[in-house]
């Protein structure tokens, strides 16, 4: 049972003994026979009554305490229809191919991978994102502090340390120019405050890149700063299929606050500017930095960037149980199939139809969906809700049947005065399920889980997670906060950065998507402490021409004792480009970030416009 309904119950059954206790004894005439007191019922018979009408009205005093979720769920589910669903497990593993392999692997966005729980369960994955398999091991990573060791660049003497990584075939015999990439893709692996300090040096501090074949190669190949970009944030990479009713820029606060490892992944271009004549089997990486994080420099391991990474999400695609419309219900639940896992959830509905007798299916709608125009004539509509389930927890999914399509004269035939109700009907779904909490409780560590591909994963020989899978979280269903959620239709560039209540907002919009609700989460929204926005003017220049473009600075204060050190650049990073996808037509939006009680600016981002960065 939920802790939830276990508590109302309980306040329940504790209310009617002490109640029927203190009016036994105000009217012992008409209630001695009750035999109750507070701590022990004589009469089981009444004892099972008791219990039985504590169930029922702790179920009503729940719904209560709900706050009516039907009426917010209804408008979410059509507006927002993202925060209702469950968030399935994540995590990042690392692909790698046949050593002695020649080119790259395609993989694409939503290849599928599984694993086997201890029980034997089935526990099924898929990627989230495009990227290339490559036959590079990148190692030997080191972080060099003023004199160090490196080529010579034009940004040396301005430069204050120097990242080098060795990047190896696999294949000794091979050499680069055999290979040729043209881009390569890093995550950055390690304990979580080595690794945010890392990124915010790589994607906050890079004043130069090389490619030289040692630190003593007086010939190495420069690349431009911009050739360092930060991967993550695009629309082509986000962990969950995303509603396009959906604000993208809330896509990046869900993700995140559920998997904050999918942003330390970077993208290298221009790399075939020396691939393409190296002839060796190994080259090295050089990045300078205007900066030096003395803690960074001692302790970086010499495997935190990995290549050939990807994230991967327990979603995948099935048929669920058949629905059978007995025109005695009024809703229905949608089960996932029997030979699913027992934890599985309905993360999204993907179509309705109906099987006719003859075995010709019929599609039907989702009400408020879709419009007359669209596609075939629906055969009927549907509308759908969760709830939280008093047993378990889990996410619960209902279908509502709406209209079951047109009778011969024309007119709308529902369920509510169903015409030949004795003739039932059988709907199939297709949904999008996850495994629920079933991947947060496979082993990790010594090769564990370990991932297998499905299919369209030719020359892959081993999947090595990095990082343990998340549990799969639930949205709080049961906080008397439902209708909170409703400011979600308030929520603007203004109302995030205008004002003295901009901070509160910004607070309290963070806290909706703290889906993991720690301690730590939470000290962390609770340092943001201020908003200001102010007008700004950029140039704006295409290489031939100059121009001014007006836009907005927007400020954002924390307090520096919530937070560790470097450990805020990434939700900095985050908040930049989420504000900036609020931006106005012929406008822009540039974050910056201050800590209290200092003068200086923290940190600085560059000016955007949605996912444009304008210059």
């Known amino acids: 049972m939920a802790d939830e309904f276990i508590n109302a119950y309980q306040r329940e059954l504790d209310a009617l003994r002490t109640l029927g206790d203190a009016f036994a004894h105000a009217h012992p ?28 009205t702790g179920r009503v005093q729940q719904r209560l305490d709900d706050d009516f979720p039907e009426l917010t769920d209804a408008l979410l589910d059509i ?31 939503g290849a599928p991978l599984h694993t086997t729980a201890p ?59 055999d290979i040729a990439p043209d881009r390569l893709t890093f995550f950055i692996h390690g304990a979580a405050a080595q690794a945010t300090a890392l990124h915010e040096l790589l994607c906050a501090h890079t004043i130069g890149i090389a490619l030289a074949a040692s630190p003593n190669d007086d010939r190495p190949t420069i690349l431009p700063v911009g050739a360092l970009q930060p991967r993550g944030f695009a629309p082509e990479d986000a962990l969950y299929p995303w509603p396009r009713r959906s604000f993208s820029g809330l896509r990046l606060l869900t993700e995140y606050f559920a998997l904050p490892e999918k942003f330390l992944f970077f993208d290298l271009s221009g790399v075939d500017a020396r691939s393409l004549v190296e002839t060796r089997a190994e080259m090295t990486l050089f990045v300078y930095f205007d900066t030096v994080f003395p803690n960074l420099t001692r302790t970086l391991h010499p495997d935190t960037l990995r290549l050939n990474c990807v994230p991967i999400v327990n979603l995948f695609e099935d048929a669920c149980e058949p629905i059978r419309l007995t025109h005695w219900q009024t809703r229905y639940p949608v089960d996932p199939p029997s030979h699913a896992s027992d934890t ?25 969906r879709h419009l007359p125009t669209e596609g075939a004539e629906a055969a009927g509509e549907y509308a759908l809700s969760r709830q939280a389930s008093i047993v378990t927890g889990a996410t619960e999914t209902w279908l509502t ?75 709080r269903q049961r906080d008397r906060g439902t209708w909170a959620l409703v400011t979600h239709l308030t929520l603007n560039h203004l109302s995030l950065t205008g004002g003295e209540d901009g901070a509160q907002a910004l607070r309290d919009l963070l806290t909706l998507y703290d889906v993991r609700g720690s301690d730590q989460t939470r000290a962390a929204i609770a ?86 960065q304008v210059s």
């Open 119 to 177: 029980d034997g369960t089935l526990c099924r994955f898929r990627t989230t994102a495009p990227f290339d398999i490559w036959p590079i091991h990148a190692h030997d990573a080191r972080l060099q502090a003023v004199p160090f060791n490196a080529p010579a660049h034009p940004a040396a003497r301005r430069a204050q340390s120097v990242l080098s990584v060795r990047l190896s075939l696999t294949d000794g015999d091979a050499q680069f120019s």
């Open 401 to 475: 049947p709406i209209h079951f399509g047109i009778s011969p004269d024309g007119a709308e035939i529902t369920h509510y005065l169903p015409d030949g109700a004795t003739n039932e009907r059988l709907l199939s779904i297709d949904a999008t399920m996850s495994d629920g909490d079933l991947p947060a409780r496979l082993p990790f560590g010594g090769g564990a889980p370990l991932f297998l591909p499905e299919r369209g994963l030719g020359g892959v020989t081993r999947i090595h997670c990095l990082t343990p899978p998340t549990q799969g979280w639930r949205r």
């Open 527 to 612: 340092g943001l402490v201020d908003v200001e926005s102010r007008p700004t003017v950029a140039r704006l220049s295409d290489g031939l021409k100059i121009g001014l473009c007006r836009g907005i600075e927007v400020i954002l204060t924390f307090d520096p004792t919530a937070w560790s050190e470097h450990g805020l650049f990434l939700l900095a990073a985050v908040l930049d480009r989420f504000l900036a996808l609020h931006v106005a037509s012929n406008n822009f939006v540039r974050t910056t970030i201050r800590l209290r009680g200092s003068p200086d600016d923290a940190m600085r981002f560059p000016p955007r416009a949605g996912y444009r």
């Open 79 to 109: 507006l927002y229809p993202h925060y209702l669903a469950p968030l399935p497990s994540g995590c990042i593993v690392q692909i790698q191919g046949m050593a002695d392999s020649r080119t790259a692997i395609p993989v694409p966005p």
């Open 344 to 368: 599985a959830t309905i993360w999204q509905i993907n179509s309705v139809s109906e099987i006719d007798t003859d075995g010709t299916t019929q599609p039907w709608h989702p009400l408020y």
């Open 29 to 56: 005439k008409i209630a001695a026979r009750l035999r109750l007191s507070r701590e022990f019922v004589d009469d089981p018979h009444v004892e099972r009554l008791l219990e039985g009408v504590a169930f029922l």
